[in-house]
Structure formats: structure tokens, C-alpha cells
């Protein structure tokens, strides 16, 4: 930059803020002439395009407490006169004049030589967690739709490329962020798919075959042992999140359904099977195990 640039580009006039205005309204009246002047809306008015990279070149200065301070004190140097001879008498880069490394010109300047990429920005959505097994487009804005990958988790990020706030050497990205709502059957834990089914005493006591729902919409066949205990688990390969060609499988989770209410023939039914395994003590090793 050279030094005439420096001491007489007035940021704060080209944002059109006042010197003592605070970060938000800087960045509140940047995001405003950014949309204005986007190169999307302003295609062939160099005019404009110019003036856009004045007003990216404004904000990365003042956005920055740091950069900012030490503009803020380079001007007032060269307003009271310190540094003009030398600086009138050069022509080229500013910074070459301090070669000494810890001015508050290079300070500045110094790692700032070539165009700046616009900031990222950050967007949220909530989806339902079937959509989030499966993936799904949703639009996040007029004129953008997003495509969510399948299986993405609860608080995972999609980056949007270029659709972030303008820059000098381009706009920065776009990344939202994926809510997944939970599901009242289903839920996950890696890639694998849990869910918790019912069953009668008697199906786990004599087994059955049962019918297990899926998230795809169709139900598979779970084949019950007899004397299937409550809380067992058992494994559905290859149904459960879907990567590439890798797949978690589908956990399902037997849960035995006490009647609340007996009566009639069922209740005469239970009485004769409990007359039937009377001498069968279902306590005796937890009873024994407790004393240790």
C-alpha cells in the first residue's frame, strides 16, 4: 500500500460510520453495503466493483480491535505530521520505508498484502430423524437449496461453498448446522439403529415370530426363542444407517408386557402354570449371590 493511500483512505467514511462506532454497527453496516454491492448484483459496473472492494478492505480493517487501534494511531500520526517527509519522499510500498518489522505500519499491513476471503457465516434447520438417516433437500434460503447427506448426527455441519459473506478474493463459505429431532421409536447410537419392541409373556416364554418395524418403511420378521428373557437384544444385520456401502445394523430390544389385568380362563390358565413350576425357584442363586 502506499503511503499516500494509508493516511488519506478514511475507513470509517467509506463504511459511513462514525469513528466511535461500536462492532456491531460496523458489522451491521458492512453486511448492509455487502449485499448492495455484491459482484452478483453489480456484474460489468467496475464503478461498483471497485467500491465493493473499498468497503471489504474498510471492514477487515475495523472489524479487527487490534488492526483497528493501530489505524486508528497511524492516521493520527500522519494528521499532527509525524512520518509525512519520509512518507512523501517514497513512492512504493509503505512498508519498506520501516524495514524495522515492529512499526505499526507492518504491523498492519505487513501480512496483508494480497485480497482477503469474505467471512463464513452459519445457518441452522431442524429435520426429522428419519430424514436424517436418509438424507433429504431443504431450502435454506430463496435460490439455495441445501442437500443433506444421509446419516448425518444431531448437531452435524454441512458447508455450503462460496455462499458466505463477499470478499475481495471471493466469498467465504456457508455452514449449517443439522438439528435432528428425536424419534418416539427409533434412535441411534453410531451406525447402528435401536428400538425397543413389546411382547406378550407368553411369546417370550414359548417364542413367536414378530413382526419389527424398519425405518424404511417396511417390517421384518424377528424370530423369538422360547424363554427369551426381558431387556434381550437381538441383531438385524445391515438395516440400520447407510454409508456408501457400509451399514449398521437394526438392535432390537425385547421389553415382556405384564398384563394389568388377569381374569376368566387367562386367570385360570396362569394359576395352572404357576401350580406346574411351583418347585422351579427362580431366587434361590440370587438369593445366594446377594450374601456374598
Partial sequence: MAAKDLYEKDYYAILGVDKKADGATIKKKYRQLARELHPDKTKGDKKLEDRFKEVSEAYDILSDDKKRAEYDQAREMFKSGAFRQGANQFSGDFSDLFNGGGDIFSQIFGGRRGPRKGA????????SFRDSIFGKEVDIKPNLTVRIPAGINDGGKVRVKGRGEPGEAGPG??????????HPVFSRKGENIHLTVPVTFTEAALGADIPVP??????????????TANGKTFRVKGRGVKKGVNAGDLLVSIEVQVPQRVDGSAKKALEDFAAATKSEDVRSDF??????
Fill in 287 to 292: 438369593l445366594q449371590r446377594s450374601r456374598a
Fill in 214 to 227: 424398519t425405518l424404511e418403511g417396511d417390517e421384518v420378521k424377528l424370530r423369538i426363542a422360547p424363554g
Fill in 120 to 127: 463464513d457465516i452459519q445457518a441452522s434447520i431442524t429435520i
Fill in 173 to 182: 463459505d456457508l455452514y449449517v448446522i443439522v438439528n435432528v429431532v428425536a
